[in-house]
């Protein structure tokens, strides 16, 4: 008697989740992401980002490439070097965030890569190199059209989030509560809690966090900053 069971078929493990995407759109204008989207000239020019805002330890390999700086030059990207932790202060460079974002926004931006950034890596690639990156910067699709700048940190669900909401907030003008309330429905983040307090300083203080001190030149901390730190 043949006692040998028929071969049966193996069950196929179901597909693992799919991951956060790379870009969400929060505004037609604002976009948050994570290191993968923000490294991926491919997702950029899907999503016709012309401006890079970076919230990570230190710079991806992809800054240095002249095919990267070609599509984004220094105006249309800034890297701040934070980390995703309890004691990392944004509040002292949401002004300066803010006011970067508030240029491409309000700004015709865009353009074939200056002289000066030519310059200033030129030692490091042969001419033909250099010639080429101008061209591609001056065919870009970052290179005039409707502004769409992309905030992003390593996972996309805690640092860029807090500066998005930091900007909505003083862009126009709206209450904590109900700016985060947006995000959230349109991108999964983390309430880190030291994050959402800079947060509710930064609406105390209402997006400026120094005064003039005594004989008005030197710069002091507002109170709720203050005590903040």
Not at 20 to 43: A, F
Not at 44 to 56: G, K, Y
Not at 202 to 229: D, F, H, T
Request: aromatic letters at 8%; hydrophobic letters at 35%.
């Amino acid at each position: 008697m043949d006692t040998t069971k028929p071969p049966t078929t193996a069950t196929k493990p179901a597909d693992p989740k799919p991951p956060r995407p790379p870009i969400t759109q929060i505004t037609p204008s604002l976009y948050l992401g994570d290191t993968w989207g923000g490294n991926s000239i491919k997702t950029l020019q899907e999503n016709s980002i012309t401006a890079i805002v970076a919230l990570e330890p230190n710079k991806g390999p992809i800054w240095c490439r002249p095919h990267f700086r070609a599509h984004f030059p220094p105006s249309q990207r800034l890297f701040l070097a934070c980390l995703d932790n309890s004691t990392q202060d944004m509040l002292v460079h949401l002004e300066g965030i803010c006011d970067f974002i508030d240029r491409q926004l309000d700004a015709e931006i865009g353009g074939p890569m200056l002289e000066s950034e030519g310059e200033g890596y030129a030692a490091l690639f042969d001419g033909k190199e250099l010639e080429r990156s101008k061209k591609i910067g001056s065919e870009s699709w970052t290179c005039g059209g409707m502004s769409r700048v992309l905030v992003h940190c390593e996972k996309g669900h805690s640092r860029s989030p807090m500066v998005l909401i930091a900007y909505l907030m003083r862009r126009r003008r709206e209450g904590l509560e109900m700016v985060v309330q947006d995000v959230k429905g349109k991108r999964k983040m983390k309430q880190d809690p030291n994050f959402m307090e800079q947060l509710r300083v930064w609406e105390s203080v209402e997006y400026e966090i120094w005064e003039k001190g005594e004989g008005g030149v030197e710069k002091v901390p507002k109170a709720a900053y203050g005590e903040y730190l």
